[in-house]
């Protein structure tokens, strides 16, 4: 589910209008009416906020079961901070913070190389945290793999 549907549903599921629901998240109604209609996503505050009125993990408002990854890093987007934004401050749930911000990649004339590099850096930490023990021979030809699934490096 997209995540208009999935605000759709949860409002329905609370029982509230779109005023009373506008009123729950300091928002106005057409903001609301936006989010329902996919022409905004809702801004990372509010997202979060949702998440905490809602008792919803960001993750399933931003539409996975299994946990959203940024399209051009492949960080898990776990916490709203990690969410990449448009330039009128709404949502984009495809990228990090880091990768992309107010509308434009922060680092546009990035190649994917650069970024299995970038990655690379992270080697140490990720071994240890998934208990591997990747040389970064093999690293390289994982993330070369797995990076061109995603989004920005798709062709
Ligand atoms: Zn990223």
Same mark, same amino acid.
């Given at each position: 589910?997209?995540?208009?549907?999935?605000?759709?549903? !949860?409002?329905?599921?609370?029982? !509230?209008?779109?005023?009373?629901?506008?009123?729950?998240?300091?928002?106005?109604? $057409?903001?609301?009416?936006?989010? *329902?209609?996919?022409?905004?996503?809702?801004?990372?505050?509010?997202?979060? +906020?949702?998440? *905490?009125?809602?008792?919803?993990? &960001?993750?399933? +408002?931003?539409?996975?079961?299994?946990?959203?990854?940024? $399209?051009?890093?492949?960080?898990?987007? !776990?916490?709203?901070?990690?969410?990449?934004? *448009?330039?009128?401050?709404?949502? #984009?749930?495809?990228?990090?913070?880091?990768?992309? $911000?107010?509308?434009?990649?922060?680092?546009?004339?990035?190649?994917?190389?650069?970024? &299995?590099?970038?990655? +690379?850096?992270?080697?140490? *930490?990720?071994?240890? $945290? #998934?208990?591997?023990?990747?040389?970064?021979?093999?690293?390289?030809? &994982?993330?070369?793999?797995?990076?061109?699934? !995603?989004?920005?490096?798709?062709?």
């Amino acid at each position: 589910m997209e995540t208009k549907e999935i605000l759709a549903n !949860l409002r329905a599921e609370n029982g !509230l209008t779109q005023d009373e629901m506008a009123e729950k998240l300091f928002v106005t109604r $057409q903001a609301v009416s936006r989010w *329902e209609t996919g022409k905004t996503t809702p801004n990372p505050e509010t997202l979060k +906020l949702i998440s *905490e009125k809602f008792r919803v993990s &960001i993750n399933s +408002l931003l539409g996975g079961d299994e946990p959203a990854v940024c $399209q051009s890093c492949s960080m898990t987007l !776990l916490a709203t901070e990690d969410l990449a934004t *448009e330039a009128d401050g709404s949502t #984009n749930v495809e990228y990090c913070s880091h990768c992309y $911000q107010n509308g434009s990649f922060t680092d546009a004339d990035k190649t994917i190389e650069e970024m &299995i590099e970038t990655n +690379l850096c992270f080697l140490d *930490e990720f071994n240890a $945290q #998934n208990g591997s023990s990747y040389s970064e021979d093999e690293a390289r030809a &994982i993330l070369r793999m797995h990076l061109a699934t !995603l989004k920005r490096w798709a062709v």
